[in-house]
């Protein structure tokens, strides 16, 4: 049966992934969402968690000891659940939950979330950071804003400092104050596209790929310069189009970052080193690109060191 998938979409995704990946990516696109969530140390332990989720059918995540997938069945179940309402646990795409692991926040530091609602990355940053150090969360979106000020309340995350702004100034604001900044930029959302789900692609064009890519580059601009020297920063989006990700990294490079390889704590592919004939920085081989699998949602996710 043809995909209700736009196919110039299709047609881009055949070029960015693998013969192998674009299989596995397309079948996933037509399957529903997995269903993961992760316990939160800010308000439960391990064993507690799993003794009030006792009736559901968890399967745990093979690379974070925290976290669990159950069944699209029981989603609802689990949404209404006890543990969900009193933020013991917090529903996240398992893809999501590798940009805070790749940032490696530690106690102590101070930590900036560029573009953070509605905060998941945020919360799973201060639950590593056990609520020592400072977390500064921006969002230039007013209700997007109020609903990560509520997410943290409710999942024991008060704390952390949160700026109703525009993250495109942060870096004039607080040159070379953090020690260590995550951007995960708003985007095209393609990693989260779904045949059942016609809302999830819409809206989608060339043209907005274009136009999420300048934002993303102004952000990453920004990032750069409230990063200390010697400071981690991770880029990350949802998106696969390479200009949204491997083109935004590679013009950062010449800001005095350069790009870190990680082990990844799941299969994925490389960066790409070249788009439509361009060829791009070898470097870029050492950013990890996720295709949807039908557990994870597509992502992009790079590290890099501030050396100037």
Known sequence: MESPLPPRYLERLRLILREGPLAACLEAMTQEPATAFRVNPLKS??????????????????????AFVVPHSQRR?????????????????PASMIPPLVLDPQPGERVLDLASAPGS???????MMGGEGRISAVEMVRDRFFRLKANLEVHGAGW??????????????????????????????E?????????????????????MSRKQQRLLSSAARALKPGGVLVYSTCALAPEENELVVARALAWGLEIEKVAPPCPALPGLTAWQGKELPPALSRCLRLAPDGLLEGFFVCRMRKTG
């Open 77 to 93: 179940a689990l949404t209404e659940s006890d543990p969900c309402r009193q933020g013991w646990i917090y529903l996240q795409n």
């Open 160 to 189: 952390v400092q949160t700026y109703l702004k525009d993250g495109t100034g942060v870096g004039r604001s607080c040159p070379e104050w953090f020690d260590r900044v995550l951007l995960d930029a708003p985007c095209s959302g």
């Open 121 to 127: 990355k945020t919360l799973q940053i201060a639950g």
């Open 191 to 211: 990693g989260r596209f779904n045949a059942l789900y016609p809302e999830t692609y819409a809206s989608w064009s060339v043209a907005k790929i274009r136009e």
């Open 45 to 66: 332990t391990l064993p507690q968690a799993l003794q009030a989720l006792a009736r559901f059918e968890l399967t745990p995540l093979p690379w974070k000891t925290d």
